[in-house]
């Protein structure tokens, strides 16, 4: 079975930044692309970035040039360094496979950007 563990989130002043982690594992985690989503309050989860087995990364506009999603392949882990953030990017943080899930999902690490 799929575990996917999310940590790294924590209340940050607007302009602040952090960096997540995503460790996955019982899966063959370099073969897949995997994704960034967020989730806020009484909203959708969404789709904020995304990483193919061979590096190439997309975002979402409005985290285009802030934020930048890296993996490492030996440490079965992906990452979402958040630059310049702001108050909109408060929400629940997960990663998971894309574009379709690995049928489980992690429980999220929580962002909250305020002064």
């Known amino acids: 079975q799929v575990q996917l563990a999310e940590s790294g989130g924590d209340l940050v002043q607007p302009g602040g930044s952090l960096r997540l982690s995503c460790a996955v594992s019982?899966?063959?985690?370099?073969?897949?692309?995997m994704g960034w989503y967020r989730q806020a309050p009484g909203k959708q989860r969404d789709l904020v970035a995304t990483?193919?087995?061979?590096?190439?990364?997309n975002y979402a506009d409005s985290v285009k040039g802030r934020f930048t999603i890296s993996r490492d392949n030996a440490k079965y882990t992906v990452y979402l360094q958040m630059n310049s953030l702001k108050p909109e990017d408060t929400a629940l943080y997960y990663c998971?496979?894309?574009?379709?899930?690995?049928?489980?999902w992690g429980q999220g690490t929580q962002v909250t950007v305020s002064s």
């Open positions: 998971n496979k894309h574009p379709t899930s690995f049928g489980s």
């Open positions: 019982g899966t063959i985690f370099r073969l897949y692309t």
């Open positions: 990483i193919t087995s061979g590096g190439s990364t």
